[in-house]
């Protein structure tokens, strides 16, 4: 008798006029228990009378979370898992509940993600994919949800359906590609959980193979005039080359990293960043960027990188209006430049990369972006050797940034700005001579020696920088005339012993000079 209850309010319910009926009558609250039962039947018409009378009444949806339905639509998907029609009804249930916070809180607590991993190997039709795609993205919003996701192996699934897809023209299986494809972007794009998967390498290998594989194919499909195909491709490339920001890292011992080099990922990765500049795909972009950074980490791909010419090529982006692609462009190219003095000179005497910089070092609204900027600015200073680079920074206005990055909040970016100062100074103090002192770069760092707050280290570098610009006339006057010489003598009893070392020899060249 209650089966049949709930299979006539199930179909009473698709009648938008009867919606409201059952609302006001608390149908809803009664169908609710139902969802426990054992009874395949009852789960299918009480599971379809709820989603219909709350669909697009958020409200009721708030209180369907608030009553506990969401561990009851996991249980089905646990229990139920190859039966067609329960699946179908919990999955449109999630569809429907997944954008609400307090829903999305919910399912953290439950193993969804496991489920949802089951029922995408299972998924046979582009509609069944396509829905468990709708639940996946609306989940991937949440951090803890993402994690959660990552963990349970969703990139990876996704990675062999982009392979099985791989090169298809039919459009069905286009818009699968790029649904997959965007789905691994915003799964693996900043998530840290994916890092920490150190225990999973057999599965890390596997999805690197199938990069390997599927850029091996592409070059199958560079000749052919199908647009389908080449989307595809392009697309599956990018995807792969964006799970390498958890590929590579840990298995960069294993030369994974190396091998996606030497198969030419180089170079059909820039191709498609410039295809993809002018068509003003971000999250494609994106992509691409966040493969060449992490791509960029080991030293021997770093070298590589800058010797095809990456440097130059990912400057196309610099005109991007994009802050996501403006922050992963940063990070790319300050990679690129760690550690490597060639970089350094040829970013450093770039006029149109600089201009963009100090533009982005005054970013407001986007702090990341200005603090990637500044550290930029900084590694390449950093690095610097030449003269020739001191000077196009100075022409650029970078240095009045980088004096008010030596005071942001953050030690590791003080230390970056002092130590690129220090270094500028040996070069070339005559240039910065000018700018240190509109900056009022010597009354900043005496204002760090001075604060008790400031790290040991920050003070070590502030120190340092001073002893640098003691050679200059103008500048050893402003240190006199503020009495930093008073400072630093009781710096000399500072609890650091490399602070009272660096205290001391400055003070030594200090007094030598009057």
Not at 245 to 273: A, F
Not at 362 to 383: K, P, T, V
Not at 424 to 431: M, P, V
Request: glycine fraction near 4%.
């Amino acid at each position: 008798c209650a089966v049949k209850a709930a299979h006539v309010l199930s179909e009473i319910a698709k009648n938008e006029e009867m919606k409201k009926p059952c609302i006001e009558a608390d149908l809803v609250l009664t169908l609710i228990p139902l969802l426990e039962s054992a009874d395949q039947e009852m789960l299918l018409h009480a599971g379809r009378a709820i989603g219909r009378i709350c669909y697009d009444n958020r409200h009721l949806q708030e209180e369907l979370v608030k009553a506990g339905v969401i561990p009851s639509l996991v249980r089905i998907l646990t229990d139920y898992a190859e039966s067609e029609p329960l699946v179908h009804v919990a999955l449109l249930a999630l569809y429907n509940l997944a954008e609400l916070e307090s829903a999305k809180e919910a399912l953290s607590m439950t193993k969804v993600a496991e489920q949802l991993v089951k029922q995408l190997r299972r998924a046979e039709s582009h509609e069944r994919l396509e829905i468990v795609f709708e639940v996946l993205q609306a989940l991937a919003e949440n951090d803890a949800l993402k994690v959660q996701l990552v963990e349970a192996g969703v990139p990876e699934v996704l990675s062999e359906i982009l392979l099985r897809l791989q090169g298809s023209s039919q459009a069905e299986d286009t818009c699968i590609v790029k649904a997959a494809s965007d789905l691994i972007v915003s799964l693996l794009l900043g998530v840290e959980g994916c890092k920490k998967k150190k225990k999973k390498k057999k599965k890390k290998k596997k999805a690197a193979k199938a990069t390997a594989l599927i850029l091996a194919r592409h070059k199958n499909y560079q000749g052919k005039d199908s647009l389908n195909s080449q989307l595809a491709s392009l697309v599956s490339i990018t995807v792969f080359l964006t799970s390498l920001t958890c590929l590579v890292l840990p298995l960069s011992s294993d030369g994974n990293c190396l091998r996606m080099v030497q198969l030419g990922v180089i170079h059909q990765l820039l191709d498609l960043l410039e295809k993809h500049v002018r068509s003003g795909d971000t999250s494609v972009q994106q992509a691409a960027l966040s493969a060449l950074q992490n791509l960029a980490v080991p030293v021997v791909s770093k070298v590589q990188m800058l010797e095809e010419g990456v440097a130059e090529r990912i400057e196309a982006l610099l005109m991007s209006e994009s802050p996501p692609v403006q922050f992963k462009l940063l990070g790319t190219l300050r990679m690129l430049a760690d550690g490597q003095d060639d970089a350094a000179e040829i970013l450093g005497q770039d006029p149109t990369l600089l201009h963009r910089l100090v533009q982005w070092c005054s970013a407001g609204d986007h702090s990341g972006i200005c603090g990637e900027a500044n550290r930029l600015l900084a590694s390449i200073l950093h690095r610097n050797r030449s003269q020739e680079v001191v000077k196009a920074i100075q022409a650029a206005q970078g240095v009045k940034h980088l004096v008010s990055m030596a005071t942001s909040e953050h030690a590791a970016m003080q230390n970056e700005a002092l130590n690129a100062l220090a270094i500028a100074s040996a070069i070339d103090l005559e240039t910065l001579e000018e700018s240190f002192k509109e900056s009022q770069l010597v009354q900043s760092l005496h204002k760090l020696l001075q604060d008790d707050n400031t790290s040991p280290e920050v003070k070590y570098n502030s120190i340092g920088l001073l002893c640098r610009l003691l050679n200059s006339g103008d500048l050893r006057q402003e240190i006199e005339e503020d009495k930093i010489k008073d400072t630093l003598e009781q710096l000399c009893s500072h609890s650091n012993a490399n602070v009272v070392k660096e205290a001391i020899t400055t003070l030594q060249v200090l007094r030598d000079g009057t």
